[in-house]
Nanobody, 119 residues
Framework: QVQLVESGGGSVQPGGSLTLSCVVS????????MGWWRHNLGNPRERIAQ???????NYADSAKDRFTISRDNAKKMVYLQMTNLKPEDTADYYC?????????????WGQGTQVTVSS
């Protein structure tokens, strides 16, 4: 069973930085495409960053040039470095693992970690 546990959320002032971490159980971590999503009240859930099993990354426009996703396959961890944080980045952040099978994809989710950006 694949389990994901996020950490690193908290409160920060505008312009500050945070790094979120996600540790993943399961033996096939290196084969998973990993993503960070966020959700706040009144807005749909948004995927803000993804790193594929091959190491390719892509970002939502809201995250480009400010956020960096990375992974450490040996530690089974994925990170989201967030800089120049803005009040609109306030949200619950979720780690996601996509496990690919021949005819379907299993989506695994963590419980989330809260980020608050406020002065």
């Amino acid at each position: 069973q694949v389990q994901l546990v996020e950490s690193g959320g908290g409160s920060v002032q505008p312009g500050g930085s945070l790094t979120l971490s996600c540790v993943v159980s399961g033996s096939s971590f290196s084969a998973y495409d990993m993503g960070w999503w966020r959700h706040n009240l009144g807005n749909p859930r948004e995927r803000i960053a993804q790193i594929t099993a091959g190491g390719d990354t892509n970002y939502a426009d809201s995250a480009k040039d400010r956020f960096t996703i990375s992974r450490d396959n040996a530690k089974k961890m994925v990170y989201l470095q967030m800089t120049n944080l803005k009040p609109e980045d306030t949200a619950d952040y979720y780690c996601n693992a996509d496990e690919h099978f021949s005819s379907y994809i299993l989506h695994h989710w963590g419980q989330g970690t809260q980020v608050t950006v406020s002065s």
